[in-house]
Protein backbone atom coordinates (compact mmCIF):
# COMPACT_ATOMS: atom_id res chain seq x y z
CA UNK A 1 0.00 0.00 0.00
CA UNK A 2 1.18 3.45 -1.03
CA UNK A 3 -0.10 6.57 0.27
CA UNK A 4 1.39 9.74 -0.80
CA UNK A 5 0.51 13.10 0.35
CA UNK A 6 1.48 16.78 0.13
CA UNK A 7 -1.09 17.81 2.98
CA UNK A 8 1.30 18.94 5.59
CA UNK A 9 1.83 17.72 9.07
CA UNK A 10 0.63 19.67 12.03
CA UNK A 11 -0.84 22.76 9.88
CA UNK A 12 -4.63 22.96 10.56
CA UNK A 13 -5.55 21.03 7.37
CA UNK A 14 -6.82 17.73 7.86
CA UNK A 15 -3.44 15.99 7.43
CA UNK A 16 -3.89 13.19 10.03
CA UNK A 17 -7.89 12.91 8.36
CA UNK A 18 -6.32 12.89 4.81
CA UNK A 19 -3.98 9.92 5.60
CA UNK A 20 -6.52 7.88 7.68
CA UNK A 21 -9.09 7.93 4.61
CA UNK A 22 -6.47 7.12 2.08
CA UNK A 23 -5.36 4.63 4.03
CA UNK A 24 -8.59 3.32 4.68
CA UNK A 25 -9.77 3.35 1.23
CA UNK A 26 -6.35 1.83 -0.03
CA UNK A 27 -7.31 -1.18 2.77
CA UNK A 28 -10.86 -1.55 1.62
CA UNK A 29 -10.23 -1.47 -1.72
CA UNK A 30 -7.24 -4.26 -1.56
CA UNK A 31 -9.85 -6.51 -0.02
CA UNK A 32 -12.46 -5.61 -1.85
CA UNK A 33 -14.94 -3.84 0.27
CA UNK A 34 -17.70 -1.40 -0.61
CA UNK A 35 -17.92 1.10 2.29
CA UNK A 36 -20.08 3.95 1.08
CA UNK A 37 -18.25 7.90 1.71
CA UNK A 38 -20.38 8.34 4.57
CA UNK A 39 -19.52 5.17 6.77
CA UNK A 40 -15.98 5.10 5.28
CA UNK A 41 -15.59 8.62 6.69
CA UNK A 42 -17.23 7.52 10.52
CA UNK A 43 -15.07 4.69 10.54
CA UNK A 44 -11.57 6.98 10.09
CA UNK A 45 -12.89 9.47 13.10
CA UNK A 46 -13.36 5.80 14.83
CA UNK A 47 -9.79 5.55 14.06
CA UNK A 48 -9.19 9.00 15.29
CA UNK A 49 -11.53 9.21 18.79
CA UNK A 50 -9.94 5.77 20.00
CA UNK A 51 -6.78 4.67 18.36
CA UNK A 52 -4.91 8.35 18.10
CA UNK A 53 -6.85 9.47 21.18
CA UNK A 54 -7.75 12.63 19.82
CA UNK A 55 -11.48 13.73 20.56
CA UNK A 56 -11.88 15.48 16.96
CA UNK A 57 -15.44 15.66 15.23
CA UNK A 58 -15.81 14.24 11.63
CA UNK A 59 -15.38 17.14 9.50
CA UNK A 60 -12.09 16.64 8.67
CA UNK A 61 -12.98 12.99 7.46
CA UNK A 62 -15.91 14.32 5.68
CA UNK A 63 -14.12 16.59 3.52
CA UNK A 64 -11.63 14.19 3.00
CA UNK A 65 -13.93 11.59 1.19
CA UNK A 66 -16.64 13.55 -0.19
CA UNK A 67 -14.96 17.00 -0.76
CA UNK A 68 -14.46 17.94 -4.69
CA UNK A 69 -11.99 20.58 -6.20
CA UNK A 70 -13.13 23.89 -6.29
CA UNK A 71 -16.25 23.59 -4.45
CA UNK A 72 -16.92 23.79 -0.55
CA UNK A 73 -18.76 20.82 1.48
CA UNK A 74 -22.10 22.01 2.97
CA UNK A 75 -22.54 19.45 5.55
CA UNK A 76 -23.79 18.83 9.38
CA UNK A 77 -22.28 16.67 12.03
CA UNK A 78 -25.18 15.59 13.31
CA UNK A 79 -23.50 13.30 12.90
CA UNK A 80 -22.66 13.70 9.33
CA UNK A 81 -24.96 14.30 6.10
CA UNK A 82 -24.08 16.08 3.24
CA UNK A 83 -26.32 18.95 2.41
CA UNK A 84 -24.63 19.37 -1.04
CA UNK A 85 -21.92 21.08 -2.79
CA UNK A 86 -21.31 24.74 -3.01
CA UNK A 87 -19.23 25.89 -6.55
CA UNK A 88 -16.54 28.83 -5.76
CA UNK A 89 -17.31 31.56 -7.83
CA UNK A 90 -14.96 32.51 -9.80
CA UNK A 91 -14.01 36.07 -8.10
CA UNK A 92 -13.76 35.15 -4.76
CA UNK A 93 -10.44 32.93 -4.23
CA UNK A 94 -8.66 31.73 -0.57
CA UNK A 95 -6.02 31.09 1.02
CA UNK A 96 -4.23 29.46 3.04
CA UNK A 97 -1.27 31.09 5.82
CA UNK A 98 0.38 28.84 7.87
CA UNK A 99 1.12 30.13 11.52
CA UNK A 100 4.20 28.38 11.81
CA UNK A 101 2.56 27.12 15.59
CA UNK A 102 1.68 22.84 15.22
CA UNK A 103 -2.03 22.16 15.52
CA UNK A 104 -2.73 19.49 17.20
CA UNK A 105 -6.95 18.72 18.45
CA UNK A 106 -5.04 15.91 20.50
CA UNK A 107 -3.88 18.67 22.69
CA UNK A 108 -5.02 19.51 26.61
CA UNK A 109 -6.83 23.25 25.05
CA UNK A 110 -8.76 21.67 22.51
CA UNK A 111 -9.84 18.23 24.15
CA UNK A 112 -10.53 21.10 27.61
CA UNK A 113 -13.08 22.81 25.45
CA UNK A 114 -14.83 20.13 24.27
CA UNK A 115 -15.27 18.82 27.56
CA UNK A 116 -16.64 22.31 28.53
CA UNK A 117 -19.45 22.47 25.70
CA UNK A 118 -20.92 19.36 26.47
CA UNK A 119 -20.88 20.03 30.18
CA UNK A 120 -22.54 23.35 28.88
CA UNK A 121 -25.06 21.44 27.10
CA UNK A 122 -26.16 19.22 30.00
CA UNK A 123 -26.24 22.32 32.18
CA UNK A 124 -28.74 23.69 29.73
CA UNK A 125 -30.82 20.40 29.63
CA UNK A 126 -30.86 20.64 33.09
CA UNK A 127 -32.60 24.20 33.81
CA UNK A 128 -34.88 23.21 30.61
CA UNK A 129 -35.83 20.43 32.68
CA UNK A 130 -36.73 22.54 35.96
CA UNK A 131 -38.35 24.63 33.23
CA UNK A 132 -41.21 22.73 32.20
CA UNK A 133 -44.83 22.52 33.48
CA UNK A 134 -44.89 19.56 36.07
CA UNK A 135 -42.11 21.79 37.92
CA UNK A 136 -42.97 25.18 37.30
CA UNK A 137 -45.58 24.94 40.55
CA UNK A 138 -41.79 24.54 42.70
CA UNK A 139 -40.98 27.65 41.29
CA UNK A 140 -43.64 29.61 41.74
CA UNK A 141 -45.65 29.50 38.16
CA UNK A 142 -48.37 27.48 36.72
CA UNK A 143 -48.52 25.66 33.53
CA UNK A 144 -50.55 28.90 31.69
CA UNK A 145 -47.88 31.33 32.14
CA UNK A 146 -46.23 29.02 29.35
CA UNK A 147 -47.44 28.81 25.76
CA UNK A 148 -47.83 25.93 23.98
CA UNK A 149 -45.33 26.35 21.47
CA UNK A 150 -43.13 27.66 24.76
CA UNK A 151 -43.52 23.96 26.46
CA UNK A 152 -42.53 22.04 23.14
CA UNK A 153 -39.28 24.07 23.15
CA UNK A 154 -38.40 23.35 26.31
CA UNK A 155 -38.92 19.60 26.09
CA UNK A 156 -36.59 19.45 23.10
CA UNK A 157 -34.09 21.98 24.64
CA UNK A 158 -34.62 19.53 28.02
CA UNK A 159 -33.17 16.42 25.87
CA UNK A 160 -31.03 18.55 23.32
CA UNK A 161 -28.74 16.71 21.14
CA UNK A 162 -26.65 19.34 20.01
CA UNK A 163 -25.88 22.90 21.11
CA UNK A 164 -26.10 24.12 17.56
CA UNK A 165 -30.10 23.16 17.62
CA UNK A 166 -30.03 25.94 20.39
CA UNK A 167 -31.34 29.21 18.42
CA UNK A 168 -29.22 31.74 19.80
CA UNK A 169 -32.09 34.26 21.23
CA UNK A 170 -33.12 30.80 23.23
CA UNK A 171 -29.84 30.67 24.64
CA UNK A 172 -29.93 34.22 25.58
CA UNK A 173 -33.09 34.35 26.78
CA UNK A 174 -33.10 31.47 29.16
CA UNK A 175 -29.44 29.30 29.12
CA UNK A 176 -26.76 31.70 29.49
CA UNK A 177 -27.12 33.33 33.22
CA UNK A 178 -27.16 30.25 34.15
CA UNK A 179 -24.27 28.98 33.06
CA UNK A 180 -21.15 29.96 34.87
CA UNK A 181 -17.48 31.06 33.10
CA UNK A 182 -16.37 28.56 34.18
CA UNK A 183 -16.76 25.22 36.72
CA UNK A 184 -14.71 22.71 38.56
CA UNK A 185 -14.68 18.74 37.42
CA UNK A 186 -15.44 17.55 40.68
CA UNK A 187 -18.32 20.32 41.26
CA UNK A 188 -19.56 19.42 38.09
CA UNK A 189 -19.61 15.50 38.70
CA UNK A 190 -21.52 16.34 42.16
CA UNK A 191 -24.34 17.78 40.56
CA UNK A 192 -24.52 16.53 37.13
CA UNK A 193 -22.86 12.98 37.21
CA UNK A 194 -21.63 13.10 33.51
CA UNK A 195 -21.10 14.89 30.54
CA UNK A 196 -21.94 12.59 27.88
CA UNK A 197 -19.27 12.43 25.73
CA UNK A 198 -17.64 9.34 25.04
CA UNK A 199 -14.62 10.44 24.08
CA UNK A 200 -13.31 12.55 26.60
CA UNK A 201 -13.20 12.45 30.65
CA UNK A 202 -13.67 14.81 33.27
CA UNK A 203 -10.64 15.46 35.15
CA UNK A 204 -11.87 16.44 38.61
CA UNK A 205 -8.79 18.87 39.80
CA UNK A 206 -9.23 20.49 36.43
CA UNK A 207 -11.55 23.87 35.84
CA UNK A 208 -13.47 24.15 32.49
CA UNK A 209 -14.43 27.10 30.83
CA UNK A 210 -18.10 26.67 29.93
CA UNK A 211 -19.99 29.73 28.87
CA UNK A 212 -17.91 30.77 25.88
CA UNK A 213 -17.40 26.96 25.08
CA UNK A 214 -21.25 26.44 25.06
CA UNK A 215 -21.84 29.89 23.10
CA UNK A 216 -19.54 29.18 20.05
CA UNK A 217 -21.64 26.57 18.11
CA UNK A 218 -24.74 27.64 18.80
CA UNK A 219 -23.74 31.35 17.08
CA UNK A 220 -21.24 29.21 14.59
CA UNK A 221 -24.48 27.60 13.43
CA UNK A 222 -26.30 30.79 13.26
CA UNK A 223 -23.31 32.03 10.55
CA UNK A 224 -23.32 29.35 8.95
CA UNK A 225 -26.75 28.47 8.22
CA UNK A 226 -30.53 29.34 9.20
CA UNK A 227 -32.85 27.57 11.71
CA UNK A 228 -34.26 24.52 8.80
CA UNK A 229 -30.84 22.15 8.59
CA UNK A 230 -33.23 20.38 5.96
CA UNK A 231 -33.38 22.94 3.34
CA UNK A 232 -30.26 23.12 1.48
CA UNK A 233 -31.46 26.75 -0.01
CA UNK A 234 -31.08 27.58 4.18
CA UNK A 235 -27.50 27.50 4.00
CA UNK A 236 -26.65 31.85 5.04
CA UNK A 237 -22.88 31.39 4.21
CA UNK A 238 -23.89 29.32 0.59
CA UNK A 239 -26.62 32.83 0.18
CA UNK A 240 -24.12 35.15 0.04
CA UNK A 241 -21.35 33.29 -1.50
CA UNK A 242 -23.80 32.49 -4.54
CA UNK A 243 -25.36 36.08 -4.77
CA UNK A 244 -24.66 38.74 -6.87
CA UNK A 245 -21.03 39.77 -7.21
CA UNK A 246 -20.70 43.31 -5.07
CA UNK A 247 -18.74 44.33 -2.32
CA UNK A 248 -21.10 43.95 -0.03
CA UNK A 249 -20.70 40.25 -0.77
CA UNK A 250 -17.05 40.10 -0.16
CA UNK A 251 -17.29 42.57 2.92
CA UNK A 252 -20.45 39.83 4.57
CA UNK A 253 -18.18 36.65 4.07
CA UNK A 254 -15.18 38.00 5.45
CA UNK A 255 -17.89 39.45 8.74
CA UNK A 256 -18.80 36.01 9.32
CA UNK A 257 -15.22 34.75 9.01
CA UNK A 258 -13.59 37.04 11.36
CA UNK A 259 -16.44 36.36 14.14
CA UNK A 260 -15.80 32.92 13.92
CA UNK A 261 -12.20 33.66 14.32
CA UNK A 262 -12.74 35.73 17.32
CA UNK A 263 -15.58 33.44 19.26
CA UNK A 264 -13.39 30.70 18.66
CA UNK A 265 -10.18 32.50 20.23
CA UNK A 266 -12.50 33.24 23.33
CA UNK A 267 -12.95 29.32 23.73
CA UNK A 268 -9.68 29.21 24.83
CA UNK A 269 -8.00 27.54 21.59
CA UNK A 270 -6.18 30.42 19.46
CA UNK A 271 -2.52 31.13 19.06
CA UNK A 272 -0.55 34.53 19.30
CA UNK A 273 0.50 33.59 15.42
CA UNK A 274 -3.30 32.61 14.20
CA UNK A 275 -4.41 36.13 15.86
CA UNK A 276 -1.35 37.89 14.27
CA UNK A 277 -1.97 36.82 10.78
CA UNK A 278 -5.66 37.26 11.15
CA UNK A 279 -4.57 41.07 12.15
CA UNK A 280 -2.30 41.95 9.01
CA UNK A 281 -5.22 40.96 7.25
CA UNK A 282 -7.39 43.37 8.62
CA UNK A 283 -4.60 45.89 8.73
CA UNK A 284 -4.41 45.58 4.81
CA UNK A 285 -8.08 45.72 4.60
CA UNK A 286 -8.46 48.59 6.20
CA UNK A 287 -5.20 50.49 5.23
CA UNK A 288 -5.69 53.41 3.18
CA UNK A 289 -4.45 51.93 -0.25
CA UNK A 290 -6.73 49.74 -0.24
CA UNK A 291 -10.25 51.99 0.77
CA UNK A 292 -8.75 54.12 -1.72
CA UNK A 293 -9.23 51.31 -4.72
CA UNK A 294 -11.25 48.45 -4.96
CA UNK A 295 -11.10 45.68 -2.17
CA UNK A 296 -8.76 42.81 -2.46
CA UNK A 297 -8.80 40.63 1.04
CA UNK A 298 -11.96 40.79 3.48
CA UNK A 299 -12.08 38.38 6.07
CA UNK A 300 -9.69 35.28 7.77
CA UNK A 301 -10.15 32.75 10.56
CA UNK A 302 -8.36 29.92 12.14
CA UNK A 303 -9.14 26.45 10.86
CA UNK A 304 -9.37 23.45 12.18
CA UNK A 305 -8.70 22.30 15.94
CA UNK A 306 -7.14 26.10 16.61
CA UNK A 307 -4.09 26.63 19.37
CA UNK A 308 -2.07 26.89 15.89
CA UNK A 309 -2.27 26.16 12.65
CA UNK A 310 -3.47 27.89 9.55
CA UNK A 311 -5.33 30.75 8.56
CA UNK A 312 -7.91 30.63 6.00
CA UNK A 313 -8.19 34.06 3.85
CA UNK A 314 -11.25 35.27 1.72
CA UNK A 315 -10.47 37.81 -0.94
CA UNK A 316 -11.00 39.08 -4.60
CA UNK A 317 -9.50 36.86 -7.50
CA UNK A 318 -6.91 38.68 -8.30
CA UNK A 319 -3.00 39.47 -8.65
CA UNK A 320 -3.56 42.54 -6.80
CA UNK A 321 -4.79 40.12 -3.81
CA UNK A 322 -2.23 37.73 -4.40
CA UNK A 323 0.59 40.43 -3.91
CA UNK A 324 -1.19 41.45 -0.70
CA UNK A 325 -0.99 37.70 0.66
CA UNK A 326 2.91 37.60 0.10
CA UNK A 327 3.03 41.44 1.95
CA UNK A 328 1.33 39.34 5.00
CA UNK A 329 3.84 36.33 4.69
CA UNK A 330 6.87 39.10 4.86
CA UNK A 331 5.11 40.87 7.54
CA UNK A 332 4.56 38.04 9.79
CA UNK A 333 7.95 36.76 9.08
CA UNK A 334 8.92 40.56 10.76
CA UNK A 335 7.07 40.06 13.39
CA UNK A 336 8.12 36.73 14.63
CA UNK A 337 10.99 35.18 12.44
CA UNK A 338 8.76 32.65 10.79
CA UNK A 339 8.01 32.42 7.52
CA UNK A 340 4.78 30.99 6.77
CA UNK A 341 4.19 28.26 4.25
CA UNK A 342 1.11 29.86 2.05
CA UNK A 343 -1.72 27.24 0.62
CA UNK A 344 -3.87 27.41 -2.68
CA UNK A 345 -5.83 25.13 -4.82
CA UNK A 346 -8.28 22.08 -4.33
CA UNK A 347 -8.53 18.36 -5.36
CA UNK A 348 -11.44 15.93 -4.80
CA UNK A 349 -11.73 13.90 -2.46
CA UNK A 350 -11.28 10.25 -1.38
CA UNK A 351 -14.67 9.10 -2.97
CA UNK A 352 -14.37 10.98 -6.03
CA UNK A 353 -10.91 10.11 -6.10
CA UNK A 354 -10.99 6.21 -5.73
CA UNK A 355 -7.84 4.41 -6.00
CA UNK A 356 -5.14 3.11 -8.56
CA UNK A 357 -4.04 -0.53 -8.59
CA UNK A 358 -0.99 -0.91 -9.16
CA UNK A 359 -0.20 -4.50 -10.67
CA UNK A 360 3.86 -5.61 -10.89
CA UNK A 361 4.25 -7.47 -13.76
CA UNK A 362 7.51 -9.85 -13.40
CA UNK A 363 10.20 -9.75 -15.78
CA UNK A 364 9.88 -11.71 -19.10
CA UNK A 365 11.89 -14.82 -19.17
CA UNK A 366 14.96 -14.56 -21.37
CA UNK A 367 16.18 -17.18 -23.67
Known amino acids: MLVSSAVPEGKGVSS ?13 AAHGLSISPRDLALLCQKVENHVV ?86 NGMSADDLEEDGVELLEAEASLDYLCNLSPHRYEA ?24 P ?13 AAARHPIYENFRVKLSNIRLKDDLAF ?29 C ?6 TDKLVQLV ?44 LQIQQRYKGATGYLPILFEGSSPGAGKFGHLRIRRRLPSKQN
Open 268 to 273: GIGSDG
Open 174 to 197: LYVKQLPESMPGETFLENYTDHND
Open 53 to 138: GAPCGVMDQMTSVCGEANKLLAMICQPAEVLGLVDIPSHIRFWGIDSGIRHSVGGADYGSVRIGAFMGRKIIRSVASKLLPESLAT
Open 199 to 211: VTKIDKKRSYGLR
Open 238 to 266: KALLTSSTSDEQLTALGELMYQCHYSYSA
Open 282 to 325: QEMQHSKISRSAEGTLYGAKITGGGSGGTVCVIGRNCLRSSEQI
Open 16 to 28: SASVEVASMSAIA
